[in-house]
C-alpha cells in the first residue's frame, strides 16, 4: 500500500480514533525523518487494501523490534525495558524517547536523542515530581534529591525548565 493512500485520511490535523488518540500524520515531518523510506505499511502491519478503510484491520501496535531486533533485545534488557515488559504504566516506550513519523538519528542535532539533549529528554521523567521521580521513596528519595542537587540534576532540571 503506498503512502499517498494512508495520508488521505491520515494528513486530516483533525483525525481521531474512537479512544481520542490523533491519527494525524505530518507527511513532511516523515519525510525529515531516518524512516523517510519506510513505508507505512512495513511499520503498520496489517494493512488490507480490500478494505474501505485499509487501516482499520490493524489489530496491533508498531513493534520497532522487527526492524531494530538487536537494540529491541539491548532494550528489553534495561531498567525502562523490564518495567515496560511488566507491564508498568509508567515505562517509556521507544516513541516516547525516539518519537514516531519524525524519528531523528541519534547524531542529528535537533534530534531528543542527541547527546547535548539527552538531559532534557531524560529529565521529562526523571527530574523531581515527574513519573520516574515519584517511583522514590524513604531512603532512596534521598539519593534521587542528592542527585537533583549535583552538577548533573540540576542540569537536568534547567534543561527541561520551558
Request: aromatic residues 4%; glycine residues 10%.
Given at each position: ?162
Amino acid at each position: 500500500m503506498a503512502d499517498t493512500d494512508c495520508l488521505k485520511c491520515h494528513q486530516e490535523k483533525g483525525l481521531v480514533a474512537k479512544d481520542g488518540r490523533a491519527l494525524f500524520v505530518d507527511g513532511k515531518e516523515h519525510q525529515a525523518s531516518r524512516h523517510a523510506k519506510v513505508a507505512c505499511s512495513q511499520c503498520h502491519s496489517g494493512v488490507n487494501v480490500s478494505h474501505r478503510r485499509p487501516c482499520e484491520t490493524i489489530t496491533t501496535k508498531v513493534d520497532c523490534g522487527a526492524c531494530h531486533t538487536e537494540i529491541a533485545q539491548e532494550f528489553a534488557r534495561s531498567r525502562h525495558g523490564r518495567l515496560l515488559l511488566d507491564g508498568d504504566p509508567n515505562a517509556p516506550s521507544c516513541k516516547e524517547c525516539h518519537g514516531t513519523h519524525g524519528t531523528l538519528g541519534r547524531l542529528q542535532s535537533s534530534s531528543p536523542t542527541f547527546a547535548t539533549n539527552v538531559p532534557k529528554l531524560c529529565a521529562r521523567c526523571h527530574r523531581e515530581g515527574e513519573r520516574a521521580a515519584v517511583r522514590y521513596q524513604g531512603a532512596q528519595h534521598g539519593i534521587i534529591e542528592a542527585y537533583t542537587e549535583s552538577i548533573h540534576g540540576r542540569g537536568c532540571s534547567r534543561a527541561a525548565s520551558p
